[in-house]
Structures are given as structure tokens and as C-alpha cells.
């Protein structure tokens, strides 16, 4: 995570960690907590393998013209009033995240292990040009384990294939959902998903329980009017995404597939081929 970030808790510790709810232990069996939050490492730009002045290219990318936007929403709450600057708001969120998860990448506290996820090198190659890669969506909610009260009626899953295509496209998909806290105790969960040839319809929008910012943000982008999940919320939203762990060969040209949202337990829905419209003539 960004230094200038992770300022925004100096003072706050300690910090501990939990995985699956479980938190980290020291060699005498009491969870282990850090005064600062630790960083994550990422030796991906250092100078004996790229020559290209990576982190220079992220800072002037990304930080750089990102910073405000985030720190309005996350620090004060205040809104977006532009595309450009929502615009921004999820690029540094989509280009943070991918890094977290690159194979490479480490937290100082000791015995935190991060699952990577499986994307090809490309994506990185692009994301220190300025290019985020396709297929990738980002949206955000509010929640308050103690007072948000919204939740959806049952849990929904989308079980997202893992696609080919005879031109070399299609990949894993994997998602993340990340909680941020913002302000009065609440959180900002921060969703992201990589989902290679594939489409669906995110349950939480047509509720209004989530904006989405990427891609296609829209012009305005203000958290409070954003209602507040429920713990049950909150959980239904972390749970939505599912590795299906299956592939999918898909034919050239363009083809994809929807996926539908199913309540939990149903059966895995038949996927929807979407056929590409036909090329106009001259």
C-alpha cells in the first residue's frame, strides 16, 4: 500500500492481523500486533531488472493524479464531482490491487501470507504503462457491523469460469473484497474483480446497495448516499464471487459468456454464450 496511504493510521496501533478469522500468534501464543501498520513490499520496479524507472511511472500515473480524489472520499467523504477525478478514484484502486496481489509481493508483518493471483505478466507490464487490463470491475459499498441494517434477501453466488479462447485469451478469475475505514466507524469495501471473457449482472446494483466505478465510471461518485450493509451485508458481498473451478473453451473472434447470479446452494447455471455482433462492410 501507498506510503502517503498508510499514514492516514499513524498513531491508531497496535494492529493485529487475523486469517479466517483467526488472529496471528507470537512464539508464546498471544496475537501478534505492530505499533505501525506494516507495508507491503513489492521488489517489482528495483533498478538491476527494469530501466525504466517503474515506481516513477506509477507515482506520475497513478498517485500522482489520484491522491486528491482519494483522500476526499476515503479521509473527509466528501464527493466527486467530475469524471475525471472518479476516473482516477478507481484507477488507484484497481492499479493498488493488482499490485497487492502480485507474486511477488510481501507484508512486513510476520507471518501474513497472501495468496497471489494467477495473471500473466502482461497485465503488469501494462498497468506500469498506464493501462489497466480488460475484464477487470471495481465497485464500492458502505457497511456498519453495528448499525447498517441493508442487506439483500439471500445470499447470491456468481461462479465465474476459468475461460480460453483459441487466440491466447481468457484466464483465472479471482476477486477481492477489501474494507477501508472511513468515517463515524463505518467501513468503505472496496470489491474487485478479474473476470477474463466474461459478463454478469452484480446483484447488489439493481438494489442500489453498490456503485460501481469501473469501467464506465460515471460523472459523480458520493459515498454518502450510499446505504450502510449490515454485517450480513457486508458478509453477502465478500461471498458473492466464486471460482468455479472449471474452464471454459470458448470459440475466437470475440465470444463470451454471461454468467447469472444464483442463490447459494443452486445448482452452477448454465453459461450464456454471447455471440460477437458481425463486423459492418465498408
Not at 449490515?230 to 466464486?242: D, K, M, N, T, Y
Request: aromatic share 8%; net charge negative.
Amino acid at each position: 500500500m501507498t506510503q502517503w496511504f498508510l499514514e492516514r493510521y499513524v498513531g491508531e496501533g497496535p494492529f493485529t492481523y487475523e486469517i479466517s478469522g483467526e488472529p496471528i500468534l507470537d512464539r508464546v501464543g498471544n496475537p501478534r500486533t505492530a505499533n505501525h501498520l506494516p507495508p507491503d513490499l513489492l521488489p517489482v520496479c528495483d533498478g538491476n531488472t527494469s530501466p525504466n524507472d517503474c515506481n516513477g511511472s506509477l507515482n506520475r500515473l497513478y498517485e500522482v493524479p489520484s491522491r486528491g480524489s482519494v483522500q476526499a472520499v476515503v479521509d473527509r467523504g466528501e464527493a466527486l464531482e467530475t469524471l475525471l477525478d472518479v476516473t482516477n478514484f478507481a484507477r488507484w484502486w484497481i492499479k493498488t490491487i493488482l499490485l497487492l496481489q502480485h507474486p511477488s509481493c510481501r507484508n512486513a508483518f510476520p507471518g501474513i501470507e497472501r495468496r497471489s493471483w494467477d495473471l500473466p505478466a502482461s497485465v503488469y507490464e501494462g498497468l506500469i504503462k498506464g493501462t489497466l487490463p480488460p475484464d477487470v470491475s471495481l465497485w464500492l459499498a458502505r457497511s456498519d457491523d453495528l448499525r447498517g441494517d441493508i442487506q439483500l434477501p439471500e445470499l447470491m453466488r456468481v461462479y465465474l469460469p476459468t475461460t480460453f479462447n483459441p487466440e491466447g485469451g481468457g484466464g483465472k478469475p479471482a476477486s477481492l473484497l477489501a474494507g477501508i475505514r472511513h468515517m463515524a466507524n463505518r467501513m468503505l469495501q472496496i470489491q474487485l474483480v478479474a473476470h477474463p471473457l466474461c459478463d454478469f449482472d452484480h446483484p447488489f446494483e439493481p438494489a442500489g446497495l453498490v456503485e460501481k466505478l469501473w469501467p464506465e465510471p460515471s460523472g459523480k461518485l458520493d459515498v454518502n448516499s450510499l446505504p450502510i450493509l449490515s454485517s450480513e451485508g457486508r458478509r453477502q458481498l465478500g461471498a458473492l464471487f466464486v471460482d468455479a473451478g472449471v474452464g471454459s473453451n470458448l470459440p475466437a473472434n470475440g465470444w463470451r459468456e454471461f454468467i447469472e447470479a444464483v442463490p447459494d446452494g443452486s445448482p452452477l447455471s448454465s453459461p450464456v454464450f454471447v455471440i460477437p455482433p458481425a463486423s459492418s462492410g465498408p
